[in-house]
């Protein structure tokens, strides 16, 4: 049972469902997603902008935890946003999850410090591309926090996103110590004009479409 602090601790939420993994390593595996309110940044493409603004939709961490025993208790939690790590008390629930045995998968922007996210937790880090607006805000002395079990994640738009992931993905050595994914911005760049660029320069990465756009469009979920 979680503490009685839990019933004190809140976070803001736009929404909390269960749907398949839509990326990375864990694609296609049913998960409970809890989307926090508020985000830091301001992409061109965001595909969540009810989340990007807080909603002061408070739950406590103990109501967070009801609603995923009362959705089959899976044994895989996202968390994300929204920025999931400007609200503090993400913390002691990630922390409540790993102890629960649960696999914690956190999905980040990346422009804020992933120090003290627990290392057993997989981050699912964004850099910006340069499409996206956002560019100046990529923090790179994240990547001193990631590992083989971590992703990092390009969503590319055009050509010129393109030649940028790949000067950073040989800058920072990225393949040699974690997963690096690379996406189309959904109805903005040809999926197929992407995996023809990775494939001629045959580059160390994991092309990937997201599942969910696929299967539901731009609903998260069925
Ligand atoms: S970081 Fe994510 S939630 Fe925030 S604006 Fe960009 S795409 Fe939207």
Redesign the pocket.
């Known amino acids: 049972m979680p503490s009685s602090e839990f019933n004190l601790l809140t976070l803001d939420v736009a929404e909390t469902f269960v749907s398949l993994q839509g990326e990375g390593a864990h694609v296609g595996l049913p998960m409970f997603f809890i989307r926090l309110a508020g ?1 830091n ?3 061109r ?5 009810y ?2 603004r807080p909603l002061k939709r408070f739950l406590t961490l103990s109501q967070l935890i009801s609603l995923w025993e009362q959705n089959g208790a899976l044994k895989y939690v996202q968390i994300t ?3 999931p790590l400007l609200q503090k008390n993400v913390y002691p629930l990630m922390e409540f999850f790993l102890k629960k045995g649960v696999k914690v998968l956190l999905e980040t ?1 990346g422009s804020l410090s992933l120090e003290k996210v627990p290392r057993e937790v997989v981050k699912i880090m ?1 850099l910006k591309t340069p499409s ?1 607006g ?1 560019e100046k805000y990529n923090n790179f002395k994240n990547l001193a926090f990631l590992n083989g079990k971590d992703e990092v994640k390009f969503v590319i738009a055009d050509r010129n996103d393109y030649l940028w992931t790949k000067k950073i993905i040989f800058s920072f050595y990225l393949p040699v110590f974690t997963n690096v994914l690379v996406s189309p911005v959904f109805g903005r760049l040809d999926p197929r004009e992407l995996a023809a660029w990775v494939l001629e320069d045959r580059l160390p990465v994991r092309f990937q479409l997201q599942l969910h756009k696929v299967l539901w469009g731009d609903r998260p979920g069925v």
């Open positions: 985000c940044l301001r992409c493409w965001c595909d969540t902008v989340a990007q946003g929204g920025e922007n964004d996206s956002m």
